[in-house]
């Protein structure tokens, strides 16, 4: 751990806290000591269990009985339940956000991608990612649909920790994907703001099917056994 920081808010703790795991920093599975992070963010392990309380809520972290927190797993079962889920949580989002959008929330939209199109081009993986997971965050909220918005969320988690491979070029075909994912998210902006369901759905395929692969590469050396297959024969299931 760093060496003890200046007393910190509770709020500020607990956003350093999510981006680390998100960042990986804090590894998936990794027990979270109480008496070094207090120590570090230089608060009381009263506040700290607070905090440990809201990021279980949020899927963060996991309480258990007698052992404390640990950062939420990503094992066999929950990538499991991600790549079955996570096209069909997308594609109902850009559906109802192309329908219930409005003009400051597109405007906003473009506010976070000029960041996350500076980012990728600088490759910045850590920093990519967490823009790109507030991209599709963004997009929730112009949903309006607070079911979806409570998967959703629970969803980007897991996500923004896969999206580490894929913002992490190893080739030139590895940069030549991060470009068209910046070049999709322009084109998902344009068919929300057109107001265009079918058009952003399909992009958001195309988006899904082209960070899939790369992203299966965190929890596997060899093809998952998993039925993970491209949702474009599946849209009666939207």
């Not at 759905?201 to 899904?208: A, R």
Request: glycine content about 4%; aromatic content about 6%.
């Amino acid at each position: 751990m760093n060496q003890k920081k200046t007393k910190r808010s509770k709020s500020s703790c607990a956003d350093d806290l999510r981006k680390r795991i998100l960042s990986l920093e804090i590894a998936p599975g990794s027990d979270l000591d109480e008496v070094s992070l207090s120590e570090e963010y230089g608060i009381s392990r009263t506040p700290l269990r607070e905090i440990f309380h809201r990021l279980s809520g949020d899927g963060y972290v996991r309480l258990e009985e007698n052992r404390g927190a640990k950062v939420a797993s990503m094992d066999l079962s929950v990538m499991r339940v991600f790549f079955q889920t996570a096209p069909l949580i997308y594609c109902t989002v850009a559906r109802q956000a192309a329908e219930s959008r409005t003009s400051l929330q597109v405007a906003d939209l473009r506010k976070i991608q000029a960041a996350f199109t500076a980012a990728a081009k600088a490759g910045d993986v850590g920093e990519s990612a967490i823009l790109n997971h507030q991209f599709h965050e963004q997009i929730g909220h112009m949903a309006h649909n607070p079911y979806l918005m409570a998967s959703l969320k629970r969803m980007l988690i897991d996500h923004t920790r896969l999206s580490q491979t894929f913002f992490d070029p190893q080739s030139e075909l590895d940069q030549n994907r991060i470009a068209q994912a910046v070049d999709q998210h322009d084109a998902m902006i344009s068919a929300i703001e057109a107001k265009e369901p079918s058009l952003a759905i399909d992009l958001t395929l195309q988006h899904w099917d082209l960070s899939r692969n790369e992203m299966e590469k965190y929890v596997r050396p060899d093809p998952l056994p998993l039925d993970v297959i491209s949702m474009k024969d599946r849209r009666n299931a939207l």
